[in-house]
């Protein structure tokens, strides 16, 4: 049965949900914590990403679709670990306080950067170990999904700085809660249409893919990244259409204990 592609990119969809929604439940129930907390969860889930490394070193040997979910599944652990260290606000960037109003956009970019520069920096670091662990070795698809993740998100987030009309603050944590203050609510900026056109394209080329190739193993890869990709276009649409993509998760996550800045005010900048 894991060897239809169709169940490949259901099982994609469903990690994306269910590793994001976790990754939204550990952190509301760390978020009141005291940041010396919230180091030690970082610390004491460093041995599931060194598990998960062990793994994914087996599973790049072969590209039949065990090894293939395996290499898939090691990847969202460690970009799990990665955004759980950024959400918790251990690892983030050396400006933790709000943008100040009327700087220059330069300016601006600057404290924008400041604010995630050491998780940037992280997330680039583990792309590089990842591309050097998997040169030349016959499962690549783990790397790929992960640079679909990474690209993606680094276009959400500059989607999110140059200004969209809808961002969803909701899940935003307290010790996270200044970023919100570097974005901007706006029409649709020209970086929308470049960045949606390349995940589209980057689908496009998975797709044909999938149906060009005939291995099983390669079929279930390009499924997966098909599904990963299409769910990285369909967040960048949620910036701009009506959709309450908040419902998928808000049933699951225990009650926030914070009350203060429940809303966000100001309506020029705005987000996550």
Known sequence: MLENWGIAATIATFGWWFFTGAILVVIRLFDPAPLARRVGLCLASLPAVCV??????WAISAADT????AAFFCVLVFWGWIEIS???GVITGPIGSECPSGISEWERFIR?????????????????VLTWVTWGAENRFGLWIYYILYFARISAKLNLFFGVPRINIEFVPQAMRHLTSHFRISSINWFFPVS???LAFALACWLERLYA???IGDQIGF???SAMTALALLEHWVMVLPVPDAKLWRWM???????KNKSFKREDFHGF
């Open 52 to 57: 998960a490394g062990l793994f994914y070193n």
């Open 112 to 128: 924008a950067w400041g604010t995630v520069a050491y998780h940037e920096m992280l997330l680039l670091a583990a792309g590089l």
């Open 66 to 69: 065990q090894h293939v979910y």
């Open 196 to 198: 949606t056109s390349g």
């Open 253 to 259: 996550l225990p009650a926030p204990k914070h009350t």
């Open 86 to 88: 950024f959400l918790s």
């Open 223 to 225: 499924a997966l990244l």
């Open 213 to 215: 190739v005939d291995a």
